[in-house]
């Protein structure tokens, strides 16, 4: 019986062989290392076009060639050279609104950490603005935390048996928020859940209307996908990034502000 061949180890570089096929994102790439060098170097194709050239830089990653980048996965340089030609004009865009947006005196970021993504109800709140944590409050969901979730956070609802309710830090989250710019990373679902929350506690199945009063909500995801520029030949979109900090809300917080700063410096 025959076996398929093995996928090659792009982690390992110099076992690569002179021509080998990934799927990256379920479409293949085609590399193909150069007659005239042994040097860890290929040429990639998408189907019978070049999208540019690779180079191992064994213990540190992926080099490409046209736009000196380095990363450490193979996945992401491919997702590099596949960038479409609108963005230099994309990135541009996004750096400025990451300007305008840290410019904002009445920016406040948000980030709420949950029971799960199955009826999820918040476990930790933090907003910050430009420099400062200005609420951080653990919560009692009373609500069961899922496993998933604990491994991220670490919370139960043995460490969170003592906190205040949602409805107990309403009325301070409220005043925090009001007449403020917020920004959050994956909007939908932090308003989600603080519209599951308002229900709860208004004890009404409607969305609350206007609240908080008088803001403006903005999600950074978007912009740093774009600004990044991994495009996913499969989503046809450019990928969404992980902010690189403990899953705890002040320190995502702290991360996403990071991440927006470093927008503004290209």
């Known amino acids: ?17 002179h021509l080998f096929t990934q799927d990256i994102d379920t479409v293949p790439v085609h590399c193909v290392r ?14 019978s076009r070049y999208l540019g050239t690779l ?20 996945a992401n340089a491919i997702r590099a050279l596949r960038r479409p030609p609108t963005w230099p004009r994309v990135r541009a865009h996004a750096v400025e609104w990451a300007r305008l947006t840290l410019g904002d005196p ?10 799960g993504l199955q ?54 989250l409220t005043e925090t928020l009001h ?8 909007l939908p679902f932090v308003q989600h859940v603080l519209q599951s929350e308002l229900s709860r506690h208004n004890r009404t199945t409607r969305p609350a209307a206007n609240w908080p009063p008088l803001t ?21 979109a450019y990928r969404r990034q992980r902010l690189h900090s403990p899953h705890e809300a002040a320190s995502k917080c702290r991360a996403l502000l990071s991440s927006l700063n470093a927008l503004t410096y290209n």
């Open 106 to 115: 009445n920016l406040r970021v948000i980030n709420i950490q949950t029971t």
């Open 216 to 236: 403006s909500w903005a999600d950074a995801m978007t912009p740093i996908a774009q600004w990044t520029g991994l495009w996913s030949a499969q989503h046809r």
């Open 34 to 47: 150069p007659a005239d060098t042994d040097r860890p170097t290929w040429a990639v194709y998408q189907h």
């Open 119 to 172: 009826d999820p109800r918040a476990v930790q709140i933090a907003v910050s603005s430009a420099n400062n944590i200005v609420f951080n409050e653990l919560i009692n969901p009373n609500h069961h935390i899922e496993p998933d979730a604990t491994r991220l956070h670490h919370h139960t609802q043995h460490t969170t048996r003592h906190a205040p309710t949602f409805s107990e830090v309403l009325p301070l």
């Open 179 to 186: 007449g403020r710019r917020l920004l959050a990373y994956n």
């Open 1 to 17: 019986m025959e076996h398929p061949p093995a996928t090659p180890d792009t982690r390992h570089p110099r076992r690569l062989p």
């Open 55 to 74: 180079h191992a830089r064994p213990g540190e990653g992926w080099y490409v060639q046209a736009s000196r980048e380095l990363h450490t996965d193979f």
